[in-house]
Each structure stands twice: as structure tokens, then as C-alpha cells.
């Protein structure tokens, strides 16, 4: 699906030892007058080591002619310090060509934050004054069915979980949380002559040098 130039590109991921890797990306559309995001691909990677995960995620951004702006991890995992390296994952990740920023990991503002830019008044029709600012491209199954069936998990004996320990139920969480991490970073259009560098600084790209926005 082919993406505007001036839309700027976000990676998301939510990486895992144990299960699949989820990765997504999504395109956020310049002001006119307001942004709006469109997911438009999502992969779920199982049995591949770091260095793979890495050369799946760079090898497909080159081959579609993508700039990423941004790119951010889930900062649980991504904090995790492994024992056979004695490095933390987000380090293992920099040091094979994704470098990624932490993600904001506060579930219930998460939560509050994601149904805003889910929302808009159903009962009057969708048009410039009234529609969501997020979207899922159309090929995105499982992260719409895992958008759609989101829930918390139930409590001791299947009743529901007292207010302050719910948790949110494994099944359909990991596409979740992408959407999540992503609207946590209170995502901002930018110009397209401008990146994110992997510490998470917006930077100008002049004669193929960076330059900090203050300077």
C-alpha cells in the first residue's frame, strides 16, 4: 500500500523471548488542520533471534523506500538485561540497526489516550468536523480482531477484577499494545526533511549532516 512521501513513519515494537516479536508501523498524515494516523502493516515474527528480527524489519523498510521517523519499544522488555550478553535488549536491538526509544508504559492513561483517537460521535455522519484519528488498513486482520476483542482478564473464581488490579487478558494484547506505546508518545507531525535519531531527538537533515533543533 503506498504511502505518501510527507507522511511521517513510526515503528513500534514489542519484543519477546518467549513468544512472537510484534512489530507495526503506521503513517501519520500532516496537519489539515488536524493529524490522523493509518496503520497500514503489522508483523508477528516467532523463533528469530535478534539480529534476524533486525535484518526482517531494515531489509523491508529498504525494499519499499521507507524513512523511519521514529521508532519505539516497549520499555519492560526492552529494559530486560540478558544473561548471555549482560546487555539490555534495547542495546542488542541499537546495536543491529534498530535503535528504538522507551515507550510511556501507564496502561490506564494508555487506555484513556488510545479511545480518544478512536472516537468520534456515531450517531451524527463521519465528515471534516466529526471522524476518529486513528485508522487499520483493511489487510491488518489480526490487529483488528485484537483491537476488537481487547479485555481485561477476569478475576479469582472468573468474577471481575476489583478496580486497581485488573489487568488486561494475553489474548489479542501485543497488536494492543503497539496502538498504545505509539499514542503514549503524544506523536507529532513533522516536516519531511526532519528524522528522529534513536535517542528520540528531532533532528533537521542538512548536507547529510544532523544538526540539533536549538542550533
Same mark, same amino acid.
Given at each position: 500500500r503506498s504511502i505518501p512521501r510527507n507522511w511521517q513513519l513510526t515503528f513500534v515494537i514489542d519484543p519477546h523471548d518467549n513468544k512472537p516479536v510484534h512489530c507495526g508501523w503506521? %503513517? @501519520?498524515s500532516p496537519p489539515a488542520p488536524v493529524s490522523f494516523a493509518v496503520w497500514? #502493516? /503489522? %508483523?508477528? @515474527?516467532s523463533d528469530m533471534t535478534i539480529p534476524q528480527v533486525c535484518r526482517y524489519v531494515l531489509d @523491508?523498510?529498504? #525494499?519499499?523506500?521507507?524513512?523511519? /521517523?521514529r521508532r519505539i519499544m516497549d520499555p519492560n522488555f526492552g529494559q530486560k538485561i540478558q544473561g548471555n550478553t549482560k546487555t539490555r535488549v534495547r542495546e542488542d536491538y541499537a546495536r543491529h540497526g534498530l535503535s528504538c526509544i522507551m515507550a510511556e508504559d501507564c496502561l490506564r492513561a494508555g487506555h484513556l489516550r488510545v479511545r480518544q483517537w478512536l472516537h468520534y460521535d456515531v450517531n451524527r455522519p463521519v465528515g471534516r468536523d466529526n471522524f476518529p484519528l486513528m485508522y487499520f488498513s483493511d489487510e491488518l486482520t489480526t490487529m483488528i480482531q485484537s483491537m476488537e476483542r481487547y479485555a481485561y482478564a477476569p478475576g479469582a473464581g472468573g468474577k471481575p477484577a476489583l478496580v486497581g488490579e485488573a489487568i488486561p487478558s494475553e489474548a489479542y494484547k501485543d497488536p494492543c499494545d503497539l496502538v498504545r506505546y505509539f499514542v503514549m508518545q503524544n506523536p507529532d507531525w513533522a516536516p519531511p526533511d526532519y528524522e528522529?535519531?534513536?535517542s528520540g531527538v528531532l533532528v533537521p537533515i542538512r548536507k547529510g549532516r544532523e544538526y540539533e533543533l536549538n542550533q
Open positions: 503506521v %503513517a @501519520l497500514y #502493516r /503489522h %508483523a508477528v @515474527l @523491508l523498510e529498504e #525494499r519499499f523506500g521507507e524513512r523511519i /521517523h528522529m535519531t534513536g
